[in-house]
């Protein structure tokens, strides 16, 4: 089983829907719950970071945690074509030797 | 404030060819990591640096070798590629304790014929 399992997707969604991502994960270790977003050919962007359980929200986007279930939520609100990207998941471990278990990705494509 | 820089952007090598790949970052950060990214591979961990002056093996280390330079350079090496090292590479550093969040850089796109 892989550390982080996450559906690769393609998502297509009509503009102003909401999108939902998600990833699954087997290490009850991991603390720290990030999502990155990367356009085409380009590097990944830090989009939110969450420590330990809850929710957090920025603006359109909120990202839930839930440690009993070992599973992590994206939510976009209002999607825009500016959305459309690659979406990781990844996360670590308290003192987890500075490493990142990443999913692989979920790309979305939001429709004009 | 530039973050984190990759050199060169593409490049092309013939199967043997040796190459270093570049990476500075501009925000006194404590680790730095390379990776490759590949097609329904996701982002896989070639090695890392914790601090100045210390390297590990990361997921993928073989055919690779690493430098840290100083606090700011952490270099990537193919001695001898293959075309198995085709790949997208970026470079990520981490500020330091308490915070486990990793910035990356644009990428190299690097093919071995």
């Known amino acids: 089983q892989k550390e982080v399992e996450q559906d690769p997707g393609p998502l297509s969604v009509p503009e102003g829907a909401i999108v939902s991502l998600n990833c699954t994960y087997s290490n009850s270790a991991f603390q720290y719950f990030m999502w990155y977003r990367q356009y085409s050919r380009k590097g990944p962007e830090l989009l939110m970071y969450?420590?330990?359980?809850g929710n957090k929200e920025d603006g359109r986007f909120t990202a839930q945690v839930d440690k009993s279930s070992k599973y992590i939520s994206l939510f976009i609100r209002d999607s825009q074509p500016s959305d459309s990207a690659t979406y990781l998941c990844?996360?670590?471990?308290?003192?987890?030797?500075?490493?990142?278990?990443f999913g692989k990705g979920n790309q979305v494509v939001v429709i004009p | 404030n530039a973050g984190v820089t990759q050199t060169p952007k593409f490049q092309v090598l013939k199967t043997g060819q040796s190459m270093t790949l570049q990476c500075a970052q501009d925000?006194?950060?404590?680790?730095m990591y390379w990776y490759r990214q590949d097609p329904g591979m996701g982002l896989r961990l070639i090695y890392y640096s914790a601090s100045e002056g210390t390297t590990d093996k990361g997921e993928v280390p073989n055919g690779y070798n690493v430098s840290r330079l100083n606090k700011r350079e952490f270099s990537l090496r193919l001695e001898s590629a293959a075309p198995s090292q085709t790949s997208v590479y970026f470079c990520?550093?981490?500020?330091?304790?308490?915070?486990?969040?990793?910035?990356f850089g644009p990428g190299t796109r690097l093919t071995v014929l």
């Open positions: 969450t420590y330990s359980s």
């Open positions: 990520a550093s981490r500020p330091g304790q308490g915070a486990d969040t990793q910035y």
């Open positions: 990844a996360m670590s471990a308290l003192g987890g030797n500075n490493r990142l278990a």
């Open positions: 925000m006194n950060h404590n680790s």
